[in-house]
């Protein structure tokens, strides 16, 4: 299988900050990645890259074999409806219930019939964890935990092949977390989905995670295997897996 | 033992259905995918008829692709057809899809008896109309308590009074706003004075022009232009401000630091406000007598040297006052309205734009009903 994310040497460049110094790696389909690396070392940004929302200094792109940043508006469209995002802070249209949230990429991408739109918008609440009745709520009345869920119902409306998660477990509790970890790895699974995650989450990455890429000093810095990662003899990786002894 | 397959645009069927003695079995064959629901699901509602209690074998061998939209569109429609879940056997389905029928499986929702919106009558929706409204001037009944309370206690200690945000507030209001409202004063001024110019030359009495400007600038036209100036520029930011900081959490994390929304946001803009409004008014007073100056010199020959004269003559102070009273007043009530609407901001963003521009109504609306009010007033006293 070819990889769905390839990445070849990407520079980003805010003025005079150099995020991203040349960072190259692949992903395989039908894996979950973890990204990790410090605060500011860029993920959120080669994240916004690789979705097309934030063109890289120089570099090149490839998501499902087309080059992101070599596409016409029109291509990078239909190549959005093929992944789902779920934004750092869920991101919910604020006026919409969270029903019509789901609904929206179904009623803005496709002409299917409003009856079964709302039997989709059902499933999917009922695969996010959530109860039927959240459907009538607006996103202002949801807990952090929930407003992740609805986030990733929306995300996964259009069926995507990737689904990208910037720090899906930041602010849930513990137990939360790792439901949500069990679910994104059961979509994966049953879905077959690649899912390429942005975490600071130990205990994600160490109990759903296929794959790890370590970030850092605007390099890739590691991938690989759980245990491969923890080979790799760099202070930053040894700090990160001893954080947990120390906490 | 009829089979009947249906074809998809490239001709090959997206099913077929094969009844027998067991049951009804439906063969899947093609994509089952979202992309494609568009195509199958017209036909499969006008070919699929179930009868009671018959069995249904779902065939998953010979399909292709299968997603969790398919499966919900098959199980859609089945359940819409009458058909309970004890009927259906999926069987067949290939490995990498059973996963995916599974999902489904698990999740199949009870569907929620979805409420119908109501529609009220025309007399329904007057009754919660004015319980709305009602409810609304009660709660700025109480917002003006509270301001009133905060007031007080400033009055006995005024170094409560934050006089960072204040002056902050106070350029923001006042000095940024001299340039617009000096021009719509001024261009108000000229039309006037262009106006009147032509009734007085009719008459012969050219210099009464500026009894008539001077009055209707001082005591109407300054005050009212301003306040409507001030209410689309400044009401509307505070509700703006402080709706922004309560979407996010700040208004919270001021209270948690131990301050008082009230003096820390309100306070200071009500004061900027009620210093820059006479003063706003004062401009707009000198600038549109200023501007029917020109137009006399221009179309009626009356010098500024005589303008001026006859203005120190027919201008009392008393008129001057009576405009610039009416400014302070004014300005109270668009930044009560303007914090108040931005404090009870609901949680989205819809909820800012519709307040804002609630603010700039309410402010106008309040603001030449308290004209009216003070004309009364000010003619009862004989001013
Ligand atoms: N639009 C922007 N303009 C200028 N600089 C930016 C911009 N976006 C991000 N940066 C800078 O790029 C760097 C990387 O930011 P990024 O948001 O990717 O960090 P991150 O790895 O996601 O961190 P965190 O884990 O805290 O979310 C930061 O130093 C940030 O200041
Ligand atoms: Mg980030």
Redesign the pocket.
Known sequence: MPPVIEIQDIKTR??S?E?HKGVTFSVEGGQLVALI??????????LKEIIGLLRPTSGRIRLLGQDVWKSSDDQLRKLRNRIGVLF?NGALFSSLTVGENIAAPLREQTSIPEELICAIVQLRLAMSGLKQSTARKMPSELSGGMTKRVALARALALEPEILFLD?PTSGLDPINARRFDSLVRTLCDSLGITVFM?T?DLDSITSVADEIIV?GDGKLLAKGSLEEIRGVDHPWINDYFSSRLAS | MGAIARANSEGNPWYSLHESSEGLTIRFRGSWRLAHINEIYPVILREWRFKPNQRIFLDGSELDELDTSGVMLVRHVLREAGVSEEQVVESNVKPEHSSITKLVRENLAVPDPIETPKHFGLLERAGIGTINALAKCKELLAFIGQTSLVWLKIFVNPRLIRFRESVVQLERVCVDAVPIAALVTFLIGIVVAYLFSIQSEKYGANLFIVDAAALAMCRELSPIIVAIIVAGRSGSAFTAQIGAMKLNDEIDALESLGLSPMQVLVVPRMLALIIAMPLLVFVGDVVGIFGAMIIADLRLGITSVTFIDRLNQVLPVRSLLVGLIKAPVFAAFIAVIGCKMGLSIERNATSLGLSTTSTVVQSIVSVILLNAAFAIIFVELGI
Request: net charge neutral; glycine share 26%.
């Open positions: 805010f003025g900050q995020v690396g410090g605060s500011g070392s860029g993920k959120s940004v080669l750092q720090e942005v600071h970030l």
